[in-house]
């Protein structure tokens, strides 16, 4: 079975400020991870994805991840974050990629003015 | 395509009664996925198909839930004898084998 742990609950930062969401998974196997964000009152939308190659990923509004298999983490960052960047994000892992994922809780992103 | 489409987006039903979600997946894909969403927390996983088959079924899903998918297109939610623990955002996704999900927007249940 996975579980996906993200430490902080909420993160609160200055806009224009870069931005770094902790997410560190459990798995006996081989994983697929994955970062989305929710807006209010809205579904999930997919940010990035890590499948297999290069650890470092690009995912879409400017947010990249990186894999690291020897501390189980995936990490999200983004160099100066936007007021529009204000959501929960969730990561998420599967072992078998197209199969049903495990969410971590989610972490709260409030971008300051 | 418009993506995946859930109907309602809000439901208010006292305790007790029966409702029913719908969701319509993006047209190609040929798994579809239930989740539930609590206030502050991810979602977690209740229920999917392939096609028109279910293939698991979370332990969260007690016997008063039930998942249809007839013909492999469209999928129902139904809770019956709704609880005040139901109250939760109802999610559905859809996915090709060997793609990522694509998630609605989502269904709301508010019991009272």
Redesign the interface.
Known sequence: AQSVTQLDSQVPVFEEAPVELRCNYSSSVSVYLFWYVQYPNQGLQLLLKYLSGSTLVKGINGFEAEFNKSQTSFHLRKPSVHISDTAEYFCAVTSNYGQNFVFGPGTRLSVLP | DTG?S?DPRHKITKRGQNVTFRCDPISEHN?L?WYRQTL??????LT?FQNEAQL?K?RLLSDRFSAERPKGSFSTLEIQRTEQGDSAMY?C?S????????????T?LTVV
Do not use: C, H, K, N
């Open positions: 995946v859930q798994r996925y502050g927390q991810g979602p977690e996983f999917y698991e979370s999610l996704a996915s090709l084998i060997q793609d990522g999900y694509t998630f609605g927007s989502g709301r």
